[in-house]
Antibody, heavy 118, light 108 residues
Framework: EVQLVASGGGLVQPGGSLRLSCAAS????????MTWVRQAPGKGLEWVAY????????DYADSVKGRFTISRDNAKNSLYLQMNSLRAEDTAVYYC???????????WGQGTLVTVSS | EIVLTQSPATLSLSPGERATLSCGAS???????LAWYQQKPGLAPRLLIY???FRATGIPDRFSGSGSGTDFTLTISRLEPEDFAVYYC?????????FGQGTKVEIK
């Protein structure tokens, strides 16, 4: 059974940093591109970043470019999102998801809430 | 950036009725690479339809997707109580990947 378990969310002050993790199981993690998607309270879905199978390609939404870094450790079946210079508008539930060719998200983690507030 | 506009914002229907949800794209979606997701309160989205018209694993056949180019439709042939939720379309034919703003299907 495919499982994605996101963790690492919490309350952080504006300008602070947080690192999210996503533990994958039930599939060959190194064979899939992975992505982070976020959802602000009461709002819709927003793509944040994706990363290639071997970590050699990354891309980011303009809203997070230069502040967030996506990475992965295939030996640990884990996906990460390092978030720096956090702003109030980054407050959201962050979901990790698996990408199936040619690009849809077929499995999602349960999400982890990030709150940026003083 | 491809902007997706979903209509209506809210659809009020009774169980057993047919639901038709629309997703319009600001430019043609390459490969008709469009997906539909269902989201219930407090839960992660769930993939329903990919590549415009293919049902994901385990999705009942009352869900169907159609369309091409800039106009796409999700149809639920007969609403079951568990189908009342928010539905999002997403395109993956261009970068950045974008989502529509969602259609809420509520019980009338």
């Amino acid at each position: 059974e495919v499982q994605l378990v996101a963790s690492g969310g919490g309350l952080v002050q504006p300008g602070g940093s947080l690192r999210l993790s996503c533990a994958a199981s039930g599939f060959s993690f190194s064979s899939y591109w992975m992505t982070w998607v976020r959802q602000a309270p009461g709002k819709g879905l927003e793509w944040v970043a994706y990363i290639k199978r071997d970590g050699s390609v990354e891309d980011y939404a303009d809203s997070v470019k230069g502040r967030f870094t996506i990475s992965r450790d295939n030996a640990k079946n884990s996906l990460y999102l390092q978030m720096n210079s956090l702003r109030a508008e980054d407050t959201a539930v962050y979901y990790c998801a698996r990408i199936s060719v040619p690009g849809y998200y077929d499995y999602w983690g349960q999400g982890t809430l990030v709150t940026v507030s003083s | 950036e491809i902007v997706l506009t979903q209509s209506p914002a809210t659809l009020s229907l009774s169980p057993g009725e047919r639901a038709t949800l629309s997703c319009g794209a600001s430019q043609s979606v390459s490969g008709n690479y469009l997906a539909w997701y269902q989201q219930k309160p407090g839960l992660a989205p769930r993939l329903l339809i990919y590549d415009s018209s293919f049902r994901a694993t385990g999705i009942p056949d009352r869900f169907s997707g159609s369309g091409s180019g800039t106009d796409f439709t999700l149809t639920i042939s007969r609403l079951e109580p568990e189908d009342f939720a928010v539905y999002y379309c997403q395109q993956y034919g261009g970068t950045p990947r974008t989502f529509g703003q969602g259609t809420k299907v509520e019980i009338k």
